[in-house]
């Protein structure tokens, strides 16, 4: 069984969220998907609108995922990677090279992201109304 990993916050689920999941489906059989978790989500500065427990509902409920965890810190990557066996690891490309660290362990892959639509700029426009 081949395994994939991916990391992000997840919050306020949208279109772009499902592209990468179903990318990263797409180079294995397994998907673990890394929810920040709130204590990590604050020392990054970020505020989430769902807690950690309604995402990992949320994402749980998405067909392409298999396994949600939580991401307590930055460090976790090449851990998870040991522990789960993971054979290909994905993030979207805006963070591209960051974790070329872990080629040591399994496959780096950056899928490009989603035109047009992030959390962020959902936020930004919701805020505006």
Not at 83 to 90: G, Q, W
Request: neutral net charge.
């Amino acid at each position: 069984m081949k395994k994939v990993i991916t990391y992000g916050t997840f919050d306020i689920l949208h279109s772009g969220h499902i592209n990468l999941l179903r990318r990263a489906k797409e180079y294995g059989d397994y998907l673990i998907v890394a929810a920040s978790s709130d204590e990590f989500n604050e020392i990054k500065g970020k505020k989430a609108y769902y807690s950690f427990e309604q995402r990992k509902m949320i994402l749980e409920a998405v067909r392409y995922v298999d396994l949600v965890i939580p991401e307590h810190n930055w460090e976790q990557k090449t851990t998870d990677v040991k522990k789960y066996n993971v054979d290909v690891f994905v993030m979207g490309d805006d963070w591209k090279g960051e974790f070329d660290f872990l080629k040591e362990y399994c496959e780096v892959i950056y899928l490009p992201r989603t035109v047009g639509i992030s959390t962020t700029k959902i936020k930004e426009d919701l805020n505006k109304r």
